[in-house]
């Protein structure tokens, strides 16, 4: 039943649809089923889910240690830690960005409703940095526009597993959400168009520092882009770059990767820096996020 609601949905990923199930929101001719359920001719299915007002109710202010990079009336530049969700979802109802923002901020933009408060553009739960945040619906909107119009720059850093041919290069592979797991993305001739620039910043014996371009905001794009090249990112379990690459490692070199992967627990990615005009001044600014110690120390470790 689950595969055939998300088909229907396709906004929604198979997993939220899951969750929705178990929590009996979704019923068969009045019963409460499992996800696994086989459907049959002329099944009912009642999907009751919580209206957009109602999800908004539900965000409430949570103190968190932000780490501002910059404020002013109109923007706020957070770097963000690696394990925190932007916004409140299915299954991550609290402890979000916006649960932080909400409490520390009076003012933000309400042009995506309450539960993304100040929320123009997004990162993965997993990937660190900058990220900026909109006070007013105006500067909302501007920096919206710019995202729109593909004109403002990041850069992000990564290790990478194993030696790039080209010290510098682009990436142009369009991108669609996979048909099989619609948790993730694939490389698909149909998809959006998408193009990653690279640059390599070091070279180890298995691993390479990278300096990720992007052109386009496709999701998970740097890390779709980055496998389908042959070098996906380091710890990255969705798209091949986790424990089981270090399987084809002789023991010694296998455990002590294990080891290291696992302290540091995500994928190795962070959003560096961004360039943008200023949605009051007009201004070119431009902000950096320095790597956190945990990305700093992980690159010193797979080199001892």
Known sequence: MDRF????????????????????????????????YLLVLNDRINIALKTRKERELDVLPETMDLNIIHEDDSIIVINKPAGLVVHPGIGNESGTLVNGLIDQFSQLSNVNGTIRKGIVHRLDADTSGIIIIAKTNDSHSHLANQFK???????????????????????????????????????????KNSITNYLILEQYRYYSYVAFMPMTGRTHQIRVHAAWSGHPIFGDEKYGGGMNKCKGFLSDIRKHLFEVM???????????????????????????????????????????
């Not at 906004?11 to 019963?31: D, E, P, Y």
């Not at 991108?175 to 001739?189: A, N």
């Open 5 to 36: 609601i998300s088909d229907q949905l396709d906004t929604v990923s198979r997993t939220m649809i899951q969750n929705h199930i178990r929590s009996g929101a979704v019923v068969v001719n009045g019963k409460q089923v499992k996800s696994n």
């Open 149 to 191: 119009n593909r004109t403002i720059k990041k850069e992000y850093r990564a290790l990478t597993w194993g030696v790039w041919d080209e010290v510098s290069g682009k990436i142009d592979q369009n991108i669609k959400r996979s048909r099989s797991d619609p948790r993730i993305y694939c490389v698909d001739q149909n998809g």
């Open 262 to 304: 696992t302290i540091f627990g995500h994928q190795a990615l962070h959003a560096y820096k961004l360039e943008c005009k200023h949605p009051k001044t007009d201004q070119q600014i431009n902000f950096t996020a320095p790597l956190p110690d945990t990305f700093v120390n992980l690159i010193e470790s797979i080199n001892d």
